[in-house]
């Protein structure tokens, strides 16, 4: 007890003093900002392997640093992609612009103007390009490209008579000086006299060498000015774009998400609200329940929560919007462990007739291991799962769902322990047993013991009207259809916030006239408009929302979100690929630790959640989002830790795996009726803990937690009736048809033989 109490000790002052000295990165959806996601394409002249990307991520972080955004970051994602996050930012017209070009800075000496109706030549040392006035030149090959350049500055002229120009030096002032001297030798006002200043394909300026430069002299000194009426953003931009360099390949924008200050400002504040109301009102639930042991276990969650947040912090992993609601969800989730060890400690005082309680104590936490390892390594499984197959910000989810679940295997197994050990101990409460809350059989367990329903009896019932739920769920998908977010199907979504409220039609019909007929107008609320297109240039963005400002009075734009079409393509095949991954890996799992039929049983019934969550969501017209998707793959993991728990009951409660024509033994379907009466007092408290985390999370956590928050609630259900009346008949009809294997995997439980 003193080793644990220690290393229990030593843990939370390792996580407070962590918690004081290392604050928590937030993302951009929760602190206002822009994320853009790049990826490299192939040229004609070079490849987008991972080096080309890498001298791209460098460029561009010199173009970063020369926007001058507080605190940016970029980093590379996978071999040709790459992710920029500007905090602060909060129109990314202008960041994409920069970041986006190819900056190809070229000089060329002009070899005259094209003739009208001349057909542009085809010869690769000659190009023909339109003069800032429009006149056609053709152009020969380049003499000097961007890397010749050793830097720009935007500059105005002092007498105010040229306005901004670009003044730029050059590495090398005798290939400037060859140029210009070159065009020297053509009379005033020859177009052969002039110099064309190419940038990405376009002249942006094709001055004349000025008269008083001699012809082979050219202009020495390695100066010179680039003039063309530029404003003074204008002027600044070309000289960043020209001092950041050109990028070795091209780039293409493949996402992009801004998100508002005060948007992001609101979510902590009600993700925050949520996690305070939905803490208390389990804490208190838990206390009502358990009494002492519930004190001492809202003692070890407030561990929890400190620990949990000590790893995200030392990790300096970033906590985005779903990652905030996973780390409220795992305070529910982490109520789990301490139900079953209450639970099977009340079972050990009250049934095995333990003679003391710390013994009972003790025993709850031994039987009780296998149960909250088996249930908490499957929910592991679903977390790696959205780490290592999804992006952005369910991964984000992930990594604070994986952390909060192993935190809460800590503060239930060690932490909550140590306190209850030491409660245990106390005279005072050794002499008031009732106070600890595990002297008594509770309410459920009372009620159950009472009528003894025979719940296997009508298995087969069980199993249609599963089925009958399955086919209503899901039918809405083939009526309804599933309305996908942008994230899968590519495109954009831009939400505003408003003065007045306007009518979904009536904007629908503003964008159709300003030429979005295929718009997709949604309100939220009063105030509140979202807008989803196919994918949408800057200028066409601008175009949008300049008609819901003048349709609102004043309109804020809250959230704007680009996917690129094969940036959908590849989440959608990321999607399917983490379902079909999570239903194989929780059958693999729980082939080795039970019988293959018990794992078909749970996969059966996770299936089954699944789809009839999918199927709701279909019916109300819900978003299906990577949003969803963290709380689809949760569902999965909580529906089969209820079938755990019932699964890991029937295997204690049938140690060696004999058959049921075995004389002497209880038939199998009355031993899994057993089981599940057994383990509904722990399913109904842990229900009704994550219920109230997740009811707050609903009422209290704006639009996209409210879906989150109403997927899980409909999962915790559904899941709920699955573990008794789907996985368990499914398995007890598995049994009868004789499909199980031969016996449990080794090491099966052993620390009950007796029969019920």
């Not at 590519?490 to 019909?509: F, K, Q």
């Not at 379902?579 to 293959?596: E, P």
């Not at 928050?709 to 598995?734: C, D, K, N, Q, R």
Request: with cysteine; proline share 4%.
């Amino acid at each position: 007890m003193r080793v644990r109490a220690f290393f229990a000790l030593a843990v939370v002052a390792l996580s407070l003093s962590i918690t004081a000295a290392v604050p928590v990165r937030l993302g951009l959806d929760l602190r206002g900002g822009t994320q853009i996601v790049l990826e490299t394409r192939d040229s004609p002249t070079a490849e987008a392997d991972s080096a080309a990307t890498d001298r791209t991520l460098e460029v561009l972080r010199r173009r970063v640093d020369a926007l001058g955004v507080a605190e940016p970051a970029i980093a590379r994602s996978g071999d040709n992609r790459i992710i920029v996050e500007l905090p602060g930012v909060q129109d990314p017209r202008e960041a994409a612009d920069v970041l986006g070009r190819t900056a190809q800075l070229t000089f060329h000496p002009v070899l005259g103007v094209a003739e009208p109706g001349q057909a542009p030549t085809e010869r690769p040392e000659e190009r023909t390009l339109p003069d800032e006035s429009g006149q056609r030149l053709r152009l020969g090959p380049s003499s000097l490209t961007g890397a010749d350049v050793d830097g720009a500055e935007a500059r105005i002229d002092q007498q105010g008579l040229g306005g901004w120009f670009v003044g730029v030096d050059f590495k090398d002032a005798g290939g400037w000086a060859d140029l210009t001297g070159a065009a020297a030798c053509a009379p005033a006002g020859d177009p052969t006299r002039r110099v064309a200043i190419v940038l990405d394909h376009k002249v942006i300026s094709s001055p004349q060498v000025d008269p008083s430069v001699a012809c082979r002299t050219g202009i020495t000194g390695g100066t010179t000015q680039i003039t063309g009426s530029f404003s003074r953003p204008e002027a600044r931009e070309l000289a960043l774009l020209i001092n950041g360099g050109a990028l070795p390949v091209p780039v293409e924008t493949v996402e992009q998400r801004t998100v508002g200050p005060t948007l992001g400002a609101q979510a902590i504040r009600a993700s925050a609200q949520a996690a305070v109301i939905g803490t208390v009102l389990t804490s208190l639930f838990l206390i009502a329940v358990y009494r002492l042991m519930g004190t001492l276990a809202v003692l070890a969650l407030a561990c929890y929560g400190l620990i949990s947040y000590a790893t995200l912090a030392a990790l300096g992993a970033t906590l985005t919007l779903p990652g905030l609601a996973g780390f409220v969800l795992a305070i529910g989730m982490a109520v789990d462990a301490n139900v079953l060890v209450f639970e099977r400690a009340r079972e050990e005082y009250t049934t095995r007739r333990r003679k003391s309680l710390r013994s009972a104590l003790t025993a709850g936490f031994r039987n009780a291991f296998s149960a909250i390892a088996d249930s908490n390594i499957t929910t592991l499984i679903a977390a790696g799962l959205l780490f290592f197959l999804a992006s952005g910000p369910v991964r984000g989810f992930g990594v604070t769902l994986g952390i909060g679940v192993l935190a809460s295997m800590l503060s239930a197994l060690v932490v909550t322990r140590v306190l209850a050990d030491f409660a245990v101990t106390r005279r005072a409460v050794r002499r008031r047993p009732r106070l600890t809350g595990i002297a008594g059989t509770g309410t459920v367990s009372d009620w159950l013991s009472r009528r003894s329903p025979d719940l296997m009896r009508h298995r087969r019932h069980w199993l249609a009207l599963s089925a009958a739920a399955l086919v209503l769920a899901t039918s809405g998908i083939a009526v309804r259809g599933l309305n996908f977010g942008v994230e899968f199907t590519g495109g954009r979504l831009i939400e505003y916030s408003t003065t007045a409220p306007v009518s979904a039609d009536r904007a629908r019909d503003a964008l159709a006239d300003a030429g979005f007929p295929r718009a997709v107008v949604q309100t939220s609320g009063e105030d509140a408009l979202t807008v989803r297109t196919d994918e949408l240039s800057n200028a066409e963005e601008a175009r949008i929302t300049e008609t819901i400002d003048d349709l609102t009075g004043t309109a804020e734009k809250t959230r704007d979100e680009l996917i690129g079409p094969s940036l959908g393509a590849e989440l959608r095949r990321g999607a399917v690929i983490a379902l079909g991954t999570a239903l194989a890996a929780q059958l693999l799992y729980l082939a080795v630790r039970f019988r293959w039929t018990f794992g078909t049983a749970a996969v059966a019934a996770m299936a089954h959640d699944a789809l009839i969550l999918i199927g709701v969501f279909a019916w109300l017209g819900k978003p299906v989002d990577g949003v969803f998707l963290a709380a689809l793959l949760t569902v999965i993991g909580y529906s089969v830790n209820d079938s755990v728990v019932v699964f890991d009951r029937v295997r204690e409660l049938w140690p060696g795996g004999k058959t049921a024509a075995a004389p002497g033994r209880t038939p199998f379907a009355r031993v899994t009726n057993t089981a599940i009466l057994q383990t509904v007092p722990r399913t109904v408290n842990t229900g009704m803990g994550a219920a109230f985390i997740l009811s707050a999370l609903a009422l209290l956590g704006g639009d996209s937690l409210t879906d989150f928050a109403l997927a899980l609630l409909i999962g915790i259900v559904v899941g709920t009736y699955s573990s008794m009346f789907t996985a368990a008949p499914l398995a007890v009809e598995l049994h009868s048809r004789g499909t199980q294997s031969s016996g449990f995997t080794r090491g099966a439980a052993t620390r009950n033989t007796e029969t019920p």
